[in-house]
T-cell receptor, first 114, second 111 residues
Framework: NAGVIQTPRHKVTGKGQEATLWCEPI?????VFWYRQTIVQGLEFLTY????????DSGMPKERFSAQMPNQSHSTLKIQSTQPQDSAVYLC????????????FGEGSKLTVL | QQKVQQSPESLIVPEGGMASLNCTSS?????YFWWYRQHSGKSPKMLM?????GEKEEGRFTVHLNKASLHTSLHIRDSQPSDSALYLC???????????FGSGTRLLVSP
C-alpha cells in the first residue's frame, strides 16, 4: 500500500500562471478531500468527493479554483491565475468512507507563487 | 460556518510531564471527533478518535469527550521529546459531511 500519492511535491509559479496538482487516493477509498495548510490559516478545507461525485466545495475560492475527480484513482486541483496568497501546502486525503473517520494524508504539494 | 477551536495555541511541558490539549466545536450537529498529530515537515496522521461520551485510553494517550458541550480533550502522560508536534483536532457530522480541522496546538516537550 503506497498511501496517498501527490504530485508534484514542489511547484513554483509566477503570478498569473496556472497550477495543477494531482492526487492518487488509496485504492478502495471512496472519499477524497483537499485541504490547504498555511502557518496563518492552519488546515483549511477546500473540497471533497465521495465515489467521484463532488459533495462539498464550500471551501474553494470560487473564481480561480476548481477540482475534479475523473476516475476513482485520480483527482486534480487546478488554480488559475495564481496569486501570492495562494502559496501554501495543498494536502490531499482519502478515507474508506466519509464518516469512518481516519483520513490518510498525502505528503502534500507545496505551491510557491512568486 | 462550522468552527473547531483549539487551546492552547502552544504548550511546553518537561519530559515525563503531562500535556493537556483542548478542542471545542461550534456545530451542535457534530458527532465525530478525531485527534491528528503532525510532525514538522510531515503530513497529519490520526492519533485517536472518539465518538461517544466518556474516555478512551491508548497507551500514554487519553481522550475525553463531552458531547453536550461539544468538547474533547487529549492528555499525554509521560511526555517524550518525540511527542513534540502540531496536534490537530477534527470534527464531522453524520451523513457524509466534510471534516473540519482546528488550527492546532503546538506541543514542545523539553528534555
Amino acid at each position: 500500500n503506497a498511501g496517498v500519492i501527490q504530485t508534484p511535491r514542489h511547484k513554483v509559479t509566477g503570478k498569473g500562471q496556472e497550477a495543477t496538482l494531482w492526487c492518487e487516493p488509496i485504492s478502495g477509498h471512496s472519499a477524497v478531500f483537499w485541504y490547504r495548510q498555511t502557518i496563518v490559516q492552519g488546515l483549511e478545507f477546500l473540497t471533497y468527493f465521495r465515489n467521484q461525485a463532488p459533495i462539498d466545495d464550500s471551501g474553494m475560492p470560487k473564481e480561480r479554483f476548481s477540482a475534479q475527480m475523473p476516475n476513482q484513482s485520480h483527482s486534480t486541483l487546478k488554480i488559475q491565475s495564481t496569486q501570492p496568497q495562494d502559496s501554501a501546502v495543498y494536502l490531499c486525503a482519502s478515507s474508506l468512507g466519509a464518516n469512518t473517520g481516519q483520513l490518510y494524508f498525502g505528503e502534500g504539494s507545496k505551491l510557491t507563487v512568486l | 460556518q462550522q468552527k473547531v477551536q483549539q487551546s492552547p495555541e502552544s504548550l511546553i511541558v518537561p519530559e515525563g510531564g503531562m500535556a493537556s490539549l483542548n478542542c471545542t466545536s461550534s456545530d451542535r450537529n457534530v458527532d465525530y471527533f478525531w485527534w491528528y498529530r503532525q510532525h514538522s515537515g510531515k503530513s497529519p496522521k490520526m492519533l485517536m478518535s472518539i465518538f461517544s461520551n466518556g474516555e478512551k485510553e491508548e497507551g500514554r494517550f487519553t481522550v475525553h469527550l463531552n458531547k453536550a458541550s461539544l468538547h474533547t480533550s487529549l492528555h499525554i502522560r509521560d511526555s517524550q521529546p518525540s511527542d513534540s508536534a502540531l496536534y490537530l483536532c477534527a470534527a464531522s457530522r453524520t451523513g457524509g459531511y466534510k471534516v473540519v480541522f482546528g488550527s492546532g496546538t503546538r506541543l514542545l516537550v523539553s528534555p
